[in-house]
């Protein structure tokens, strides 16, 4: 499904869920639900989250700070000549990547400056640094479209943000949860526990087309509908 899609409906279910549940509803339960909602696209470097973090303009900023590094080391490298000139070309050549290849080496790099650098945020930079070190390293819908993708999320969750409350904790659970049931949906499926190759996919939909936009459509209209029917008694 298309990011928006993902937006709409994980975080409109699960806060849905949560109001019909009883659970107090919160701005950070909110923030995280939308962020829960396309998380397992972190592994896609051109998906609606890593587009939002690392976007084209940014893109544009690192080819052009590679370009005058590379011209730097020619010029003024420590190494010798030729090193220096080879060095250089394999420093432009970066920046002439696509834009997804570039992207995945932007993540790679924030990750290992984390673990490196980010100790006031330790352990979280080892586990945020690792993680992004660890998606450019797998393919699309792998372990984060995955049971193991849901469960970590989910603990990482509730052991830091326990003190706020169930709702963060739920919210992100559920809607991180609801990203795989609709990528479930579709021709391509996922692959809910891997080293096992059982696929779960229900063929209704190809994520582009005209028909999956109509199937998108349909769950957006019973998102609204089933978020009518939790919050419409506040107003009433």
Do not use: C
Not at 63 to 86: C, E, H, K, M, T
Not at 189 to 214: D, E
């Amino acid at each position: 499904m298309m990011g928006r899609t993902h937006i709409i409906v994980g975080t409109g279910i699960s806060l849905s869920l949560l109001e019909l549940g009883g659970i107090p509803i919160t701005v950070p339960a909110v923030a995280v639900a939308l962020v829960s909602s396309v998380l397992p696209d972190i592994d896609e470097p051109n998906s609606l989250l890593v587009t939002r973090v690392i976007p084209n303009w940014l893109l544009r900023i690192v080819q052009i700070a590679l370009i005058l590094l590379a011209l730097v080391v020619g010029f003024y490298g420590i190494v010798r000549y030729p090193w220096n000139w080879i060095l250089a070309a394999l420093i432009a050549t970066v920046s002439f990547m696509p834009s997804r290849s570039l992207r995945q080496w932007i993540m790679f790099f924030i990750g290992l400056g984390l673990i490196v650098y980010g100790h006031s945020f330790h352990p979280w930079n080892l586990l945020v640094g690792s993680l992004l070190i660890l998606t450019t390293l797998v393919p699309h819908r792998g372990l984060t479209h995955t049971l193991y993708g849901i469960a970590v999320w989910t603990f990482l969750l509730y052991g830091t943000t326990k003190s706020y409350g169930d709702a963060v904790w739920m919210a992100g659970g559920l809607s991180y949860t609801l990203h795989l049931v609709a990528d479930s949906l579709t021709n391509r499926g996922i692959r809910p526990l891997p080293p096992f190759k059982w696929k779960i996919k229900f063929k209704l939909m190809s994520t582009g087309s005209k028909q999956g936009a109509w199937v998108e459509i349909f769950f957006i209209g019973v998102t609204f509908i089933i978020a009518w029917l939790s919050f419409s008694p506040l107003f009433l």
